[in-house]
T-cell receptor, first 117, second 112 residues
Framework: GAVVSQHPSWVICKSGTSVKIECRSLDFQATTMFWYRQFPKQSLMLMATSNEGSKATYEQGVEKDKFLINHASLTLSTLTVTSAHPEDSSFYIC?????????????FGPGTRLTVT | QKEVEQNSGPLSVPEGAIASLNCTYSDRVSQSFFWYRQYSGKSPELIMSIYSNGDKEDGRFTAQLNKASQYVSLLIRDSQPSDSATYLCAVNRGNYGQNFVFGPGTRLSVLP
């Protein structure tokens, strides 16, 4: 399958600081990237959808000023959790979809586990 | 009615048996359908995609789609303990990826 990477794979930060997570599509151009959050034993929750070169579309209840998404190129999207708090601790997963790897499938990155202390 | 529904399980089957996972969706205009496998603590992995009515086989996996009845299923033959995971059904309601909806997942446990 397609390769999508995420960095870092895990991060611990102090409350009030910001954390940036990178998502890269390694072998195809990702016209659309998705950001999900998953709490233990719960379902995936879509946070936002981003198209290359345009503003992200956030799901209802997701604060766009807190979760900053940038999709500046066809291979890179970033999620910045600003002023993180312990309740933001979760498993953040990106997925990518686009040209060259089947227009319809989403391929997931390995995820980033965020712990806010 | 939820857009994509799955039995949350757990579904327990003995090793070597056939595991049958079902998914129903509500939007008739849905175009494409996917099954993802998610191991505990890991991200989802695409295992099957299906776009037209009928069966699609890939190794021990068979996806079945019935658009008239709005259901899609996944059969896992010769189930192995390593198949124990949560299986997510996903439906794409549009021509491209803008309308992806995931089901809540079914937890499968294959007993040795």
């Amino acid at each position: 399958g397609a390769v999508v990477s995420q960095h870092p794979s895990w991060v611990i930060c102090k409350s009030g600081t910001s954390v940036k997570i990178e998502c890269r599509s390694l072998d195809f151009q990702a016209t659309t990237m998705f950001w999900y959050r998953q709490f233990p034993k719960q379902s995936l929750m879509l946070m936002a959808t981003s198209n290359e070169g345009s503003k992200a579309t956030y799901e209802q209840g997701v604060e766009k000023d807190k979760f900053l998404i940038n999709h500046a190129s066809l291979t890179l999207s970033t999620l910045t959790v600003t002023s993180a708090h312990p309740e933001d601790s979760s498993f953040y997963i990106c997925s990518a979809q686009g040209r060259g790897r089947g227009t319809y499938e989403q391929y997931f990155g390995p995820g980033t586990r965020l712990t806010v202390t | 009615q939820k857009e994509v529904e799955q039995n949350s399980g757990p579904l327990s089957v003995p090793e070597g048996a056939i595991a049958s996972l079902n998914c129903t969706y509500s939007d008739r205009v849905s175009q494409s359908f996917f099954w993802y496998r998610q191991y505990s603590g890991k991200s989802p992995e695409l295992i099957m995609s299906i776009y037209s009515n009928g069966d699609k086989e890939d190794g021990r996996f068979t996806a079945q789609l019935n658009k008239a009845s709005q259901y899609v299923s996944l059969l896992i033959r010769d189930s192995q303990p390593s198949d124990s995971a949560t299986y997510l059904c996903a439906v794409n309601r549009g021509n491209y990826g803008q309308n992806f909806v995931f089901g809540p997942g079914t937890r499968l446990s294959v007993l040795p």
